[in-house]
Structure formats: C-alpha cells, structure tokens
C-alpha cells in the first residue's frame, strides 16, 4: 500500500457527462500529481499542485481541470466526456519540490474511466 | 518539452538471464532519472533511480547507467525471475518532485 487513495476505483459514465476523481495523497505529502494511462500514450501527465497551488501543467485537455484542498487532498474533474477519455487515471504525492530532497512519487491504484 | 523514447517495447527471456531496457530523453535540463515496474492492473511502483550526477547505481539484480552527454540511460536486470515479469517505465525530470515524463513502457516476460 502506498499510502495515496484514489476514489472510484472504477467508473463507467456516458458521452457528454462530467465526473469528478478524487485523490488523498500521502500524510504529510504537498504534491499531487494526475496522470492519464491510456494503451496507445503510456502514461502521460496531467497536470501538478503543491500545497494548494497549480506547479505545472502538462497535457492537460481544456475539458479537465484539477484542484486541491486545504487538507491536501486532490480532485480532477472531466467534463464533456468522449470516448477517447477512456483511460486508467493516477494520482501520485510526493513531499516536496525541490531538488534538495531525495523524494519518491508514490502512485495511489487508479481510477478506471470507463466512457461509452 | 522532454521527449522519452524506450526500446524495446517488448523483451522476452528466459529465467536466470539478463534484461536490458533503454530510454533516451531531449531535455538536457533533466537530472532525474526513476524506473518504474507496473504488475498486471496495479500502481506502478519506484525500482530504482539515479541522477545525474552519477554514472552507475544498483540495487541487488537492479542497475542503472545514464550517460548525460549522450542523453541515455539503462536498466539492466541481472538472474531474471518470473516474478520480474511485468512493465517497466522509465521516466525523465528535472528533478524529484517535479513532473515526471515517462517512456512508452517495456512489457517484459520472464519464462521458467
């Protein structure tokens, strides 16, 4: 167990519908991490936040957006669902930025979108 | 923005030989560099990582080597096993704590 949760497991929902995937990243960790799994891109990131704040956005569609509580936990949400969004997503937390920690990103199990 | 290329995509051996993944990457800027084992529907999983101010890390059957000026590096796994049978990713950044941009992932299968 890594110690980051990711709520639902799974997740089926059709074209055109919003849902809402939600991470608790590590006790004491100030970075979460969204990452899309798909078979023909790999894992792909998403997008960062540390202690509340957007640190870095990668590939991240219009349609998504990500946010990050007070407690630390993390939401991505996905509206306007295609097809194509069908992918397993990861939340990873690290503890820090910065490059003078030797810090690990830990990967929660996944939530599996299912869009059809 | 960081490109990382991995071959090959697939790698089947037999138990108790050695495995061998490569990774390249276009960001001279990254000095960080993990690998991470993913088993059949579960989270993937740090194995080991090296930085750029090192040449050669290992870790019992793990080993890594990354040549900066050439913009690669490696993961060798030595005695293989079954269990050893899963995806490996490797993955570039700037440093830990930073976004990590990962290989297209190497299916590799251990046969007894």
């Known amino acids: 167990d890594s110690g980051v949760t990711q709520t639902p497991k799974h997740l089926i929902t059709a074209t055109g519908q919003r849902v809402t995937l939600r991470c608790s990243p590590r006790?004491?960790?100030?970075?979460v991490y969204w990452y899309q799994q798909s078979l023909d891109q790999g894992l792909q990131f998403l997008i960062q936040?540390?202690?509340?704040?957007?640190?870095a956005k990668g590939n991240i569609l219009e349609r998504f957006s990500a946010q990050q509580f007070p407690d630390l936990h993390s939401e991505l949400n996905l509206s306007s669902l295609e097809l194509g969004d069908s992918a397993l997503y990861f939340c990873a937390s690290s503890e820090r930025t910065g490059a003078s920690f030797d810090t690990e990103a830990f990967f929660g199990q996944g939530t599996r979108l299912t869009v059809v | 923005g960081e490109n990382v290329e991995q071959h090959p995509s697939t790698l089947s051996v037999q138990e108790g030989d050695s495995a061998v993944i490569k990774c390249t990457y276009s960001?001279?800027?990254?000095?960080?560099f993990p690998w991470y084992k993913q088993e059949l529907g579960k989270r993937p999983q740090l194995i080991i990582d090296?930085?750029?101010?090192?040449g050669e890390k290992k870790d019992q059957r793990i080993a890594v080597t990354l040549n900066k000026t050439a913009k690669h590096f490696s993961l060798h796994i030595t005695e293989t096993q079954p269990e050893d049978s899963a995806v490996y990713f490797c993955a570039a950044s700037i440093d830990s704590g930073y976004a990590l941009n990962f290989g297209k992932g190497t299916s590799l299968l251990v046969t007894p």
């Open positions: 936040y540390y202690n509340g704040e957007e640190r």
């Open positions: 006790s004491g960790d100030l970075s």
């Open positions: 090296i930085r750029s101010n090192v």
């Open positions: 960001d001279s800027a990254s000095n960080y």
